[in-house]
């Protein structure tokens, strides 16, 4: 299971400038350096589509991808980097706020967490925001959990992760999928959740 053609559509500043085509969208977040781009990049079998930056904190605007004519990949701009000057990352967390809340043709959202790190006070903020369009907009919205750089753990330590961000989340089993760049674990099973939800 592949997708077959992926391009680079456009960056956007602005919510209000988001494509109006209506092709399904789903959306990837995380904090920063937690390895949105290389997710990307992996998922579409492509080594640099995604730019993978080495300063965290560089993407600022909501990325559109186009993948088979069919869909959107969208990029969203990373979250609670220390270095980034609160100005801008209250600008980055609106922009966030309004693509989730707003957007009316995301499907889903992919929830990157570093699995060394677990669940952090911005990861929590998003999780709010998911929540608010599940209980005030009465959107339904996948998610999909991805435990990045599971190659950074033993054994052990991956399972204990992996029973605390359950047992944190309080979600199905199936919506967690650890992921690590290096092995490529992972990667055919988020490929085939994310074509179930974009065509859903």
């Given amino acids: ?117 677990g669940m952090m006070d911005a990861d929590w903020t998003l999780m709010e925001f998911v929540s608010y369009i599940y209980n005030e907009l009465g959107r339904d919205l996948n998610v999909l959990y991805v435990l990045s750089k599971s190659d950074k753990l033993k054994s052990k330590a991956r399972s204990d992760a992996y029973k605390k961000t359950i047992q944190d989340l309080g979600c199905d089993p199936r919506q967690l999928i650890f992921f690590s760049a290096l092995s490529g674990q992972g990667v055919v099973e988020i490929r085939k959740l994310i074509l179930e939800i974009l065509t859903q």
């Fill in 1 to 117: 299971m592949q997708f077959n053609n992926a391009n680079y559509l456009s960056s956007f500043f602005k919510f209000g400038d988001i494509p109006t085509t209506g092709l399904p969208e789903i959306a990837f977040a995380g904090r920063s350096n937690v390895g949105k781009s290389t997710l990307i990049n992996k998922v579409l079998n492509r080594k640099k589509l995604v730019q993978v930056s080495k300063t965290p904190g560089k993407t600022k605007a909501l990325n559109y991808f186009d993948v088979d004519e069919k869909y959107y990949f969208v990029d969203l701009p990373g979250f609670g980097y220390a270095k980034v000057p609160l100005k801008e990352k209250q600008s980055w967390g609106k922009l966030i706020e309004s693509y989730l809340k707003g957007s009316p043709n995301l499907k889903g959202l992919v929830h990157i967490i570093d699995c060394r790190r």
